[in-house]
């Protein structure tokens, strides 16, 4: 029991960031077909950036707050620079432009910072919990609460404000949002800011935990994007879910079966979730038109 | 694209101009080393365009098959006793099989599906290489013996320059001809649009896994020379970088363009050769010159180059 519990919990926990990045996939995603595979250096960019920053003798809290500012710009930067002159690409296209993106920041992180492991103090000490037998960082628990009053925040600014509900009709049918009076290219542009926003913030809770380094948004990246797609592309809550979801999977098959192929695991799953179900738990059935 | 290039027997003997001709303006066995790097990309490039390019198939992960090729030559002479040829051989069905096995039910999917389907696929196989250390030496990979034919040992970059050139001129004559075949033409008739193809009785399934299958090889046989050259393999082979660079290349060099093949490996094989100089910037300049090219000539730079030359498209 206290093994399950163990497992149940690290599981939770990188199933927050999961679920986070894969949100983040799924706002841009939602609102120019993009796949962005950029996305989890995101996540390294805000914990590299706080950590760099708090070594140089910035505040943490401060830190956190630029490395979260200087990620938006990235992203903004990543669609105005990078998404927008390639408007019309084919699919390819614009992920293998996601794809250089992705590889630019990290050689960019690489000169920038450096080629380490980092990581940051944990924020109420590194004494664990004891539930049941397992022991649980308190950071985690932390995780877990920002991840979900980040996904609540969000829920409730796409539900409630007028910007959120433009968001919500970009995602529907981008002619028909820009034929009532909304901006799209600037609703895109807030896409890529948000989930910027979100991946960093990730990065920053989940670095004293899990470490990071200039390579570690790739995996992440996929992963997360394997996540989404367990979901259901396109589907909010499908983000959350199939994030939750495939980090419960990889701790209990490392804990279980075999901890070497606990990366597989994420992969494994986008095959079967593609040829069983393509369109995911909650993702809408997608017919074409010939 | 002029005519005398549009003619596919005029490109076979360019290309093979140029690989003969090539040669000429090497100043040392560095440039016979990176040229065969080159073709030996270019033949797993070839492979790959001839599913994108022609068939309008995604797959980014095309560097599994290319993986599968390089540990076959490996694992087969040391821990099967076989021949290095016959490893190849043997790899190059291993591929084609996997890639009928998988090719089923991936095939089915489109657009971003379809993409992030091959990429796991590919993923998995590295994930599989990295582990199996007991037959693959793990991340540190393991040595691979030279291959013989004959009693000839074939080592170094010059004969290595040769037999990928030769290989890549082969390979693109049965490019070629498999795409003026009655399947080629079923095969575009997909790319353009796979109802309209149906509808005229074309099995779109049963072409789409051929075609990938046949790509599969390709990259299989390219994977095989790329270890034999190197006298090593490494999982990163099969990785996930490898598979975004074999796409790169494609579509660099131009969608369905077999001269787009060379030319999209000889940039993304000569560029971080000349990058080092550079040192830690490397990675930042590939990523910067990947965007750039998929932002600004994303037609390819075959293609794009012909459009300008004769305005007529190959």
């Known amino acids: ?290 | 694209m002029p005519a005398i290039l549009t003619h596919r027997l005029a490109v076979l003997v360019a290309l093979a101009a140029i690989a003969v001709l090539l040669p000429l303006a090497f100043p040392s066995a560095y440039y016979y080393r990176v040229a065969a790097l080159v073709f030996v990309f270019a033949l797993a490039a070839l492979g790959l365009n001839l599913l994108m390019g022609f068939a309008g198939q995604v797959s980014l992960g095309h560097a599994g098959f290319l993986g599968i090729g390089a540990y076959a030559v490996a694992i087969g002479p040391t821990h099967l006793g076989l021949p290095s040829w016959a490893s190849l051989i043997g790899g190059a069905a291993l591929s084609g099989l996997v890639a009928f096995l998988v090719g089923r039910p991936i095939l089915r999917l489109k657009g971003h599906y379809l993409a992030v389907a091959t990429l796991g696929f590919g993923i998995l196989v590295a994930i599989v290489l990295t582990n199996e250390s007991g037959w693959t030496g793990g991340p540190d990979g393991m040595p691979v013996p030279s291959l013989r034919i004959f009693g000839w040992r074939a080592s170094g970059s010059v004969p290595w320059y040769w037999i990928s050139a030769a290989t890549f001129l082969v390979g693109a004559a049965l490019a070629i001809n498999l795409i003026d075949s009655p399947t080629g033409r079923a095969i575009r008739a997909i790319h353009d649009s796979e109802t309209a193809a149906g509808v005229l009785g074309v099995d779109v399934a049963r072409k789409k896994l051929a075609i990938f299958v046949i790509s599969a090889v390709y990259a299989s046989i390219a994977g095989s020379y790329l270890a034999l050259f190197n006298g090593l393999v490494t999982p990163d082979t099969a990785g996930f970088l490898r598979s975004i660079e074999l796409a790169a290349m494609v579509v660099l060099g131009g969608m369905g363009s077999i001269l787009g093949a060379l030319v999209g490996a000889a940039i993304l094989v000569v560029l971080p050769q000349v990058l080092t100089v550079l040192h830690d910037y490397e990675t930042l300049v590939l990523g910067l010159i990947l965007m750039g090219f998929m932002i600004f000539l994303r037609a390819g730079i075959v293609p794009s180059l012909a459009g300008v030359l004769g305005g007529a498209r190959t």
């Open chain 1, 1 to 290: 029991m206290a093994e399950f519990l163990q497992f149940l919990f690290s599981g939770l926990t990188v199933g927050a960031v999961y679920a986070l990045v894969a949100l983040g996939f799924t706002l841009v995603y939602n609102a120019c077909d993009v796949v962005n595979f950029a996305q989890g250096e995101f996540v390294m960019l805000g914990g590299m950036t706080t950590v760099f920053l708090a070594l140089a003798g910035v505040p943490l809290p401060l830190a956190a707050l630029l490395a979260v500012v200087a990620a938006v710009a990235v992203g903004l930067m990543l669609y105005r620079l990078a998404i927008e002159p390639a408007r019309g690409a084919s699919a390819v296209t614009l992920i293998m432009i996601t794809i250089g993106a992705s590889v630019f920041l990290r050689g960019l992180a690489q000169t920038l910072f450096d080629k380490r492991f980092h990581s940051l103090p944990p924020w109420f000490g590194s004494e664990p919990i004891r539930v049941g037998g397992a022991a649980i960082l308190p950071q985690s628990l932390v995780v877990l609460a920002g991840a979900a009053i980040i996904v609540v925040l969000l829920w409730q600014f796409i539900d409630r404000t007028l910007v959120g509900k433009a968001i919500t009709a970009t995602a529907a049918n981008r002619l028909a949002a820009r034929l009532v009076g909304i901006n799209t290219r600037r609703i895109v542009a807030l896409s890529f800011a948000v989930s910027a926003a979100i991946g960093a913030v990730a990065g920053i809770l989940v670095t004293p935990i899990t470490l990071t380094s200039y390579d570690a948004g790739t995996l992440l990246a996929l992963k997360a994007f394997a996540a989404a797609m367990l979901g259901g592309m396109g589907s909010a809550l499908g983000a959350v879910i199939g994030g939750v979801a495939l980090g419960m999977l990889e701790a209990f098959s490392a804990g279980y079966l075999s901890s070497n192929y606990k990366d597989a695991i994420a992969f494994l799953v986008i095959l079967a979730v593609l040829f069983a179900m393509p369109q995911g738990l909650l993702g809408r059935g997608k017919v074409d038109r010939v």
